[in-house]
């Protein structure tokens, strides 16, 4: 079973502070999701990023995927109350069946205005 | 949009009964999974189609099962539910790229 390590947990921060969220395996992915979850609601799709070393942007977040296809790391920039959710990320292994994807177990975010 | 409903949307039911939940899509993917979520675990997979009548089990298929008699519908059952199975369930498709998306989920409590 592949893992999918998801940190941190928890983070609690002010708005304007900026904040990093990170997504490690030992595995080598095909493609790595991000989704942005709120309360009561299923998880949206952010960003698929499918290229080692490639850079996506959303406004003020931005996606990396690593080098290697083993890991990926969310930044935020001047986080907004607005960004508060659990961010979930989620990779489709190489070798394995394209279509299932292992999840990590999530970061809740709470910004604090 | 991806066209995805879940009902019911929130379910109390007791011990012992069987519970059928529902996932409907209009935009005929062809696979369709059941995941449950849990504080502390994430998202896990319970069970996938990848076609009509063609099924697979995921991490957690035991107690559940399902079904797919026509590309649209997806159901999951509890064959006898059990306060283990207190959760939320998600039904998700595969877009583009393997992404998935994901329908608002089921709130099942079992008494």
């Known amino acids: 079973t592949q893992l999918l390590e998801q940190s941190p947990q928890f983070l609690s921060i002010q708005e304007g502070e900026n904040l990093t969220v990170y997504c490690n395996s030992s595995?080598?992915?095909?493609?790595l999701q991000w989704y942005r979850q709120e309360p009561g609601e299923g998880p949206v799709l952010l960003v698929t990023?499918?290229?080692?070393?490639e850079v996506k942007k959303l406004k003020r977040l931005t996606f990396q995927f690593g080098d290697a296809r083993k890991d990926s790391s969310l930044h935020i920039t001047a986080a907004q109350p607005g960004d508060t959710g659990l961010y979930l990320c989620?990779?489709?292994?190489?070798?394995?069946?394209?279509?299932?994807?292992?999840f990590g177990k999530g970061t809740l975010l709470t910004v604090n205005p | 949009d991806a066209g995805i409903t879940q009902s019911p949307r929130h379910k109390v039911t007791e011990t012992g009964t069987p519970v059928t939940l529902r996932c409907h899509q209009t935009?005929?993917?062809?696979?369709m999974y059941w995941y449950r979520q849990d504080p502390g675990h994430g998202l896990r997979l319970i069970h996938y189609s990848y076609g009509v009548k063609d099924t697979d089990k995921g991490e957690v298929s035991d107690g559940y099962s399902v079904s797919r008699s026509k590309t649209e519908d997806f159901l999951l059952t509890l064959e006898s539910a059990t306060s283990s199975q207190t959760s939320v369930y998600f039904c998700a498709i595969t877009g583009d790229q393997e992404t998935q998306y994901f329908g608002p989920g089921t709130r099942l409590l079992v008494l």
């Open positions: 989620a990779g489709a292994y190489s070798g394995g069946s394209n279509y299932k994807l292992t």
């Open positions: 595995s080598v992915f095909s493609s």
């Open positions: 990023v499918v290229t080692g070393g």
């Open positions: 935009e005929n993917h062809r696979y």
